[in-house]
């Protein structure tokens, strides 16, 4: 067990990540961000140059990873009962949740 060892260090920060865990909602911008309209935004930059493509490429990078990341710390939530379903009385199975813009 963890406590033979007796080498337990008190850490004054561990609560305090726990209650200001955001799960990947970006709280400086007071806003949620908008996937589709990024993505789309940056499908429509223009490619005429290589650096217009090369700039294109780098948004869309971007705008995936940022996705990707968001999802996964939305679903690690979910799974830790952090974020409620938007539909409690349905089955387990059939529950739906929305965090950060994104339907789970």
Not at 31 to 41: A, F, K, S, V
């Amino acid at each position: 067990a963890w406590t033979r060892n007796g080498s337990h260090v008190y850490n004054t920060a561990r609560t305090e990540d726990a209650l200001a865990n955001n799960f990947g909602i970006d709280i400086r911008s007071g806003t949620l961000r908008d996937w589709n309209e990024e993505l789309q935004g940056a499908r429509e930059m223009v490619t005429t140059t290589l650096h217009d493509r090369i700039e294109r490429a780098r948004v869309i990078y971007k705008v995936l990873n940022d996705f990707g990341e968001a999802a996964l710390l939305g679903v690690k939530a979910i799974w830790e009962g952090q974020i409620g379903p938007m539909n409690p009385n349905e089955p387990t199975r059939s529950q739906v949740y929305l965090h950060n813009n994104i339907f789970f």
